[in-house]
């Protein structure tokens, strides 16, 4: 069946430092991408979202990249501070009749000081 | 503040006891969503409500209920608790549909014994 999957499961890096997380897709017709980060105890927060018309997009400390040719997704933080810390997971949305918004299942980020 | 409020948070419950959980939206949003969350498997959607009294099954709906008689409300019904649906709980809104981003609340764990 169609999947979301993210390349690692954690990723730790030095607070100041960037972190890139990535998520790889199967559905060849989505056309909507999407990041959240989930902090413990709480619910997912959006963080920035991408359509499949877009190679990049940039928001406050944060890119997508959206790489059509090989399904790849990525989400790149700048300057990685401890409140980063989180679960962060990709989504993407298969367009057609029937929408579909397919979630991975995560990457724990952990901001070493 | 804009918000998603679901209640309650936490409940352990006997299989076979009907119980609902409650979800408030405070954004007058359209699109509204029960989503589960189980570990490695990433969110799956139980059911949605594109606007008032048009509600729809997702990905997980067995043993499900739903309703959405007013457009800030949208509870989850289960009418007849199992084991199986031993999981965390999220409600979700969005202005109109899946290609935006969601609002998520914090979630209700259920246990059932």
């Known amino acids: 069946g169609e999947s979301v999957g993210l390349h690692l499961p954690t990723l730790s890096v030095q607070e100041g430092d960037n972190s890139i997380i990535n998520c790889a897709y199967s559905?060849?017709?989505?056309?909507?991408f999407i990041w959240y980060k989930q902090e413990s105890g709480k619910g997912p927060q959006f963080i920035i979202d991408?359509?499949?018309?877009?190679d990049k997009r940039q928001g406050q400390r944060v890119t997508v990249l959206l790489n059509k040719t090989v399904k790849h997704l990525s989400l790149q933080i700048a300057a990685t501070q401890p409140g980063d810390s989180a679960v962060y997971f990709c989504?993407?949305?298969?367009?057609?009749?029937?929408?579909?918004?397919?979630f991975g299942s995560g990457t724990q980020l952990t901001v070493l000081p | 503040e804009a918000q998603v409020t679901q209640n309650p948070r936490y409940l352990i419950t006997v299989t076979g006891k009907k119980l609902t959980v409650t979800c408030s939206q405070n954004?007058?949003?359209?699109?509204m969503s029960w989503y589960r969350q189980d570990p490695g498997l990433g969110l799956r959607q139980i059911y949605y409500?594109?606007?008032?009294?048009?509600?729809d099954k997702g990905d997980v709906p067995e043993g499900y209920k739903v309703s959405r008689k007013e457009k800030r409300n949208f509870p989850l019904i289960l009418e007849s608790p199992s084991p199986n649906q031993t999981s965390l709980y999220f409600c979700?809104?969005?202005?109109?549909?899946?290609?935006?981003?969601?609002?998520f609340g914090d979630g209700t764990r259920l246990s059932i014994l």
């Open positions: 979700a809104s969005s202005f109109k549909g899946l290609d935006q981003p969601q609002h």
């Open positions: 409500s594109m606007n008032v009294e048009v509600t």
């Open positions: 954004m007058n949003h359209e699109y």
């Open positions: 989504a993407d949305l298969r367009r057609g009749s029937a929408r579909q918004l397919t």
């Open positions: 991408i359509r499949s018309n877009m």
């Open positions: 559905n060849s017709a989505s056309d909507y």
